[in-house]
C-alpha cells in the first residue's frame, strides 16, 4: 500500500508539477466517483515539510495553537465518551449523574423510538467548531513511535515537557488505542491518512463512502429538531473518533450489530444539518454501570440504545448495503 501511495505520488509531481497534494491522489485513485469529503480534506497534513513538524518547528507552532491539541468531541460527556471503550465503567464515577443538570438536558443517550421525524433534541457539542488538527505528515507518522513503552520518546519527539497536561493526554490516547477490543468489536487506530485510508479499506473493502456530520452554518444553537428524510446507512460500518493528539489519530471500531443513520435536523435559527447517530442493537455485553443504562434506567441487553456522533467522527459505511 505504501508502495502504491508513492508511485502515485511521483507521477503526480510529474504531471502536475507538485500541484496536487498526494492525499487527494491517493484518494482519488480509490474512489475515482467520490471527491473526498471536506470534513477529511480539512485535516490533511499541511506540508511534506516534516522537520517544520517536529523538534523546535512543531513544538514552537504547538505553542501559538493550542486550541489544535484539542478534540472538544472526546473529553467527558461527549457523545462518544464510554461508549467508545464500552467494556470499561463510566470514567468519572464520582459525578452524580443526577447532578448534572446540563448533561440531563443534553442528547446523549436514546432509545430508537425517538428517532423520528419532529423530535427535539439538544445537542451542544454539535454546535461547536470542530477539531482540525491535521495528519502528521505520512513519513512523520511512519517513524514516529505510537506506543505507550515509547512513551517518553514520542514526548520528546513532540517537543512537550514530561508531567504536562499535554503529556498526560498523548499517554491517555495511546493507552485508548492499546486497549483490548470487546466481544464483536474490531478496532485499530490511524496516526496517518495513509494508514486512515488502507485500515478501513483493509476492513470494509473499497466499496465505502466516508460520512461525517454536516452543518450549513456554524451556530450557537443546540436545539434541533429532527426533519423528514432520515436515512438508514446499513450495519457494515466503520466509526472512526478523533482521538486527542497533536497530529491527527483517529480509534476506528466497528460493534456488530450497530446501524448507522444520517439524519437531517434543522435548528431554530435555521441553521441545517446532517448528522450522524448510531443505533446499538445489541448491549448484552457493555458494562452493566455504562452512562448509556444509567440515563435510560435499562439493563445490558434489554432493547436498541441510540447516540449521536460527534462532529470530528468520521464514519465509514459500505456502499453495497446503502439505500
Ligand atoms: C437546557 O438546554 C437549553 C438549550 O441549550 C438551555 O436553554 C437551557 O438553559 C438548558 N437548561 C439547563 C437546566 O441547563
Ligand atoms: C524520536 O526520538 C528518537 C530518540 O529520541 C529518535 O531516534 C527518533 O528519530 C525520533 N523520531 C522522530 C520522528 O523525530
Ligand atoms: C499513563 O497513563 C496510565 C493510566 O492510564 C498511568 O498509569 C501512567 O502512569 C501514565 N504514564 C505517564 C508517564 O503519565
Ligand atoms: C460479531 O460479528 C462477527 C462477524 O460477523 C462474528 O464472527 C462474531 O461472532 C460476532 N461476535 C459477537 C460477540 O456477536
Known amino acids: 500500500m505504501a508502495f502504491h501511495f508513492l508511485v502515485v505520488f511521483a507521477l503526480l509531481q510529474v504531471s502536475h508539477g507538485g500541484a496536487v497534494m498526494p492525499e487527494e491522489a491517493y484518494w482519488k485513485s480509490l474512489f475515482p ?16 515539510n516534516a522537520p ?22 472526546y473529553v467527558w460527556g461527549s457523545y462518544g465518551d464510554g461508549h467508545d471503550d464500552p467494556s470499561k465503567e463510566f470514567k ?50 511512519e517513524t514516529m513511535p505510537f506506543s505507550s513503552d515509547k512513551l517518553p520518546e514520542i514526548v520528546n519527539n513532540l517537543s512537550l515537557k514530561p508531567q504536562t497536561r499535554e503529556a498526560g493526554v498523548v499517554n491517555e490516547t495511546i493507552r485508548g488505542c492499546e486497549r483490548a477490543a470487546i466481544d464483536g468489536e474490531q478496532k485499530f487506530c490511524a496516526t496517518s491518512f495513509e494508514s486512515f485510508i488502507d485500515s478501513s479499506v483493509s476492513k470494509l473493502g473499497k466499496q465505502i463512502q466516508l460520512l461525517s456530520s454536516v452543518l450549513s452554518k456554524e451556530t450557537k444553537n443546540p436545539l434541533f429538531t429532527i426533519v423528514k ?10 466509526i472512526c473518533h478523533k482521538m486527542e493528539y497533536p497530529g491527527a489519530v483517529f480509534m476506528c471500531h466497528s460493534i456488530n450489530k450497530t446501524v448507522v ?5 434543522v435548528s431554530g435559527d435555521g441553521t441545517q444539518a446532517n448528522a450522524l447517530v448510531v ?45
Open 92 to 141: 468519572r464515577e464520582t459525578i452524580s449523574l443526577e447532578g448534572n443538570v446540563a448533561l440531563l438536558n443534553e442528547t446523549t443517550f436514546f432509545f430508537q423510538e425517538d428517532l423520528r421525524t419532529g423530535k427535539l433534541v439538544n445537542l451542544p457539542r454539535l454546535a461547536t467548531t470542530s477539531d482540525k488538527t491535521p495528519f502528521f505528515p505520512n513519513q512523520i507518522a
Open 229 to 238: 428524510g432520515m436515512e438508514n446507512m446499513g450495519e457494515n460500518e466503520l
Open 261 to 265: 443513520y444520517k439524519v437531517p435536523l
Open 52 to 73: 517544520t513538524y517536529l523538534r523546535g518547528g512543531y513544538g514552537s507552532g504547538y505553542g501559538h495553537s493550542s486550541k489544535e491539541f484539542h478534540a472538544p468531541n
Open 33 to 48: 466517483n467520490n471527491p473526498m469529503p471536506k470534513a477529511l480534506k480539512d485535516i490533511l497534513p499541511k506540508s511534506f
Open 279 to 323: 443505533c446499538h442493537k445489541d448491549t448484552w455485553n457493555w458494562n452493566p454501570k455504562h452512562l448509556a443504562f444509567r440515563v435510560l434506567k435499562v439493563k445490558p441487553g434489554t432493547g436498541p440504545i441510540c447516540h449521536f456522533l460527534g462532529r470530528d467522527t468520521l464514519v465509514w459505511v459500505s456502499s453495497s448495503t446503502t439505500k
